[in-house]
């Protein structure tokens, strides 16, 4: 079954993965958290996804200051400094013989409670931290035969509700949201914003390109991304024009190109939006020609960005 951007090679040494849970590596069969744990009961944490390239993990301070971030808004004590939350995070990889292909999902939680209820006061102990490397290679399928998108009802609201920024647990709309666009037949749930302008994706960010210009919604209503960031700075160091601005579906059907971008798979191009085939009228599946020009050198560039930002232990 298709999983979008996410879709990956299945890798049987996976199965013999250690995990690092609170600083213990444990084999994959084993690694378990408490069920009173906050993030079990409530999904209370924060948590952030990395890629190990060439020994090196790409923007790596850019992800930790945004778990950090993320953590000061909660009030959630880590216990740990970013530069002993970073070498756990090589020793884990160190343990498992990783060097590349890797994705990380490093998650951290309030910790555990003396009873099932939402107040922060009932915590006991530290907070849970675990880091769960596997090998995961993006399929060269979602590459080349692109993605395709469906608006769904579920927006990105106001951040006096759930701040669109916080790379919480708590990822239910989102859910629903991937839940809508899978019943519709699509990949991913195109998101929309409280004003009915384009806001981002249930799990990755939005791009699209028109007359030459790259655009992607003002970063108000998503994640402040750290590949969406990267691919702008990428569009700016490069000579390509880049907006942050508002834009509606209109516009997007009307693109002559669209990507989506996210840690995992870095670029991946989008075919279709709401039934609507980006760029040339085409009339079937067989005349999809993959990634617009635009989409292409911007794939290089970011790739190339990360080769030289992975940063090491």
């Not at 996804?49 to 004590?77: C, K, N, Q, S, V």
């Not at 009932?122 to 395709?148: F, L, W």
């Not at 279709?272 to 292409?296: I, N, S, Y």
Request: aromatic share 6%; charged share 25%; proline share 5%.
């Amino acid at each position: 079954m298709a999983k979008g951007t996410h879709d990956y090679q299945d890798d049987p040494r996976n199965a013999e993965i250690e995990i690092s849970v609170n600083g213990e590596l444990v084999p994959r069969d084993k690694a378990v958290v408490s069920v009173f744990d906050s993030g079990f009961i409530l999904g209370d944490g924060v948590w952030e996804g990395l890629r190990l390239h060439d020994g090196g993990i790409p923007f790596l301070t850019a992800h930790m200051e945004r778990l950090y971030e993320g953590a000061r808004a909660i009030d959630l004590d880590i216990g740990l400094t970013p530069a002993e939350l970073r070498q756990r995070i090589f020793d884990c990889l160190a343990a498992n013989g990783m060097t590349d292909g890797v994705h990380i999902r490093l998650m951290v939680t309030r910790g555990v409670k003396a009873t099932p209820y939402q107040d922060p006061r009932v915590t006991i102990g530290d907070a849970t931290v675990v880091i769960i490397p596997e090998h995961k290679t993006p399929t060269r399928e979602t590459v080349e035969n692109g993605i395709r998108l469906f608006t769904v009802h579920v927006r990105r609201g106001y951040p006096d509700v759930q701040d669109p920024k916080l790379n919480s647990h708590s990822k239910l709309n989102c859910i629903t949201a991937c839940i809508q666009a899978a019943k519709a037949g699509a990949d991913e749930g195109l998101m929309l914003d409280p004003h009915g302008f384009v806001a981002t994706c249930n799990s990755t960010h939005f791009f699209i390109v028109r007359r030459g210009e790259v655009w992607t919604s003002t970063g108000e209503y998503c994640l402040g991304g750290i590949t969406r960031g990267a691919v702008i700075r990428a569009c700016r160091e490069n000579g390509i024009p880049v907006r942050e601005c508002r834009f509606s579906l209109t516009d997007v059907y009307g693109a002559d190109e669209a990507f989506v971008t996210g840690t995992f798979a870095g670029l991946v191009p989008v075919r279709e939006v709401d039934g609507r085939r980006l760029g040339h009228p085409l009339k079937t599946a067989r005349d999809w020609q993959g990634a617009g020009p635009v989409t292409t050198r911007l794939a290089a560039l970011y790739k190339a960005l990360c080769e030289r930002e992975a940063e090491r232990s």
